[in-house]
C-alpha cells in the first residue's frame, strides 16, 4: 500500500507546490519526481516499469512542456489539476482494460506467498483498482466542475481530499478483509 501512495506523490507535489510557487514550476517539479519513480523502479532489481507512475511521467512531462510554450493564465493551474487527474482516471482505466489492474503491480512486490496464490489474487486487484478508478473519476468530475466555474474551489478541494481518503480507507480495508480471508483458510 504504501508503494501505491508514493506513486501519487507527483500529484501531491504538483497540488503543494502550485500554490506555493508558479504553476509551471509545478509541473516541472512533478514531472521530474515521476520520471525519477519510473527510473528508480526500472532500475531496481527485479523491479518493473508501474503502468500509474509511467502515466504520470507522460502526463506531467507533456503538461511541463505545455506550460513552458503556451502563455500562462490563470486558469492553468486547474487545467492543470483536470489534465493530470483526467490521466490518472484513463491510466487506471487501461489498466483493467489490458487486463492488468495496477494494483497488481504493487501486491505482487509486496504480498505474502500465500497471498499471491490464492485464487482471489487477481479479483482482489480488480476490485481494488475499480474502487481507485471511481476515486479518479470523482476527482476528474470535480475538476471538470471547477473548469467550468460550476464549483468553487474551495468544494473542488474538498471533493478530492474525501475522495482520496475514502479511497485509502477502502484500501486499507480490503487489504485487512483479504488478510483476514487468508487466515481462515489455512
Known amino acids: 500500500m504504501f508503494l501505491m ?5 507527483p500529484f501531491a507535489a504538483f497540488t503543494l507546490l502550485s500554490h ?9 517539479v512533478a514531472a521530474v519526481l515521476a520520471l525519477g519513480l ?3 523502479d526500472w532500475l531496481r532489481p527485479g523491479g518493473g516499469v508501474k503502468i500509474i507512475e509511467a502515466g504520470s511521467a507522460i502526463v506531467f ?4 512542456v505545455y506550460a513552458m510554450s503556451s502563455v500562462v493564465d490563470g486558469d492553468l493551474a486547474r487545467v492543470s489539476r483536470l489534465a ?33 496464490a490464492s485464487a482471489g489474487f487477481r479479483r482482489d ?6 474502487a481507485w ?9 470535480a475538476n471538470l466542475a471547477g473548469v467550468f466555474g460550476a464549483t468553487p474551489l474551495w468544494i473542488e478541494r474538498l471533493i478530492i481530499y474525501v475522495a ?23
Open 38 to 40: 519510473v527510473l528508480s
Open 133 to 141: 478508478v471511481v476515486v479518479f473519476a470523482i476527482m476528474f468530475g
Open 164 to 186: 482520496l481518503i475514502g479511497g485509502g480507507g477502502f484500501t486499507f480495508w480490503y487489504i485487512r478483509r483479504v488478510q483476514r480471508r487468508l487466515a481462515t483458510a489455512r
Open 61 to 64: 512531462s507533456a503538461l511541463a
Open 20 to 28: 506555493a510557487v508558479s504553476v509551471p514550476i509545478a509541473l516541472w
Open 125 to 130: 486487484n480488480y476490485v481494488m483498482t475499480s
Open 84 to 116: 493530470a487527474n483526467g490521466g490518472l482516471m484513463a491510466t487506471s482505466l487501461l489498466s483493467l482494460a489490458i487486463g492488468a489492474p495496477f494494483t497488481l503491480q504493487y501486491a505482487r512486490e509486496t504480498a505474502p506467498n500465500e497471498a499471491l
Open 5 to 9: 501512495l508514493l506513486s501519487l506523490t
